[in-house]
């Protein structure tokens, strides 16, 4: 079995992807989404850090947060799935829920953060679950609009810069 390493950067926000267990649709319903953002939140007690955006999609989350010193990301990925996983057993479901592993990338710098960030909120676009992203439920992309950072009707087309990026 390989051996991975993980790199942590303090005061670099980091790209996750979590993917589901063989990519079954955990997330299509909201019950078991609202179950991922209340581990979200707990998690967040525990290992503090700065939520800067996600999207939820059926099969698999992106998130971009950046640790608090101190708290590897590593750590709060698997307080989150430890944690769904309890809440979904709780309410009968069964498992496998998670892939072992998941995806990270340190953000670099503001280009970097940018590209992430749109790949992020095209990407229920880019899955077929919306049209644009301000229809899609499970996202922080009407977050980002109320900062003034996306126009209402951004996303319809898929932005050039996120079209060579392939991070699932």
């Given at each position: 079995m390989p051996r991975y390493q993980r790199y942590y950067l303090t005061g670099h926000p980091v790209f996750l992807t979590i993917v589901t267990h063989h990519r079954q649709p955990l997330f299509a319903k909201a019950e078991?989404?609202?179950t991922l953002l209340q581990s979200m939140r707990w998690a967040k007690s525990k290992y503090p850090f700065r939520h800067m955006a996600h999207v939820i999609l059926r099969d698999h989350l992106h998130w971009i947060l950046k640790p608090d010193?101190?708290?590897?990301?590593?750590?709060?990925?698997?307080?989150?799935?430890?944690?769904?996983?309890?809440?979904?057993?709780?309410?009968?479901?069964?498992?496998?829920?998670?892939?072992?592993?998941?995806?990270d990338h340190i953000i670099r710098n503001d280009d970097d953060f940018g590209c992430h960030l749109d790949y992020v909120h095209y990407n229920p676009v880019k899955h077929g679950q919306a049209s644009r992203p301000l229809?899609?439920?499970?996202?922080?992309?009407?977050?980002?609009?109320?900062?003034?950072v996306y126009p209402s009707d951004w996303g319809v087309t898929e932005p050039e810069r996120i079209k060579t990026m392939d991070l699932e």
């Open positions: 078991t989404v609202k010193e101190g708290i590897l990301f590593s750590d709060l990925v698997a307080a989150v799935k430890r944690d769904v996983t309890w809440r979904l057993r709780e309410s009968g479901h069964t498992g496998p829920f998670w892939q072992k592993r998941f995806y229809e899609h439920p499970w996202s922080s992309f009407q977050e980002w609009v109320s900062r003034g």
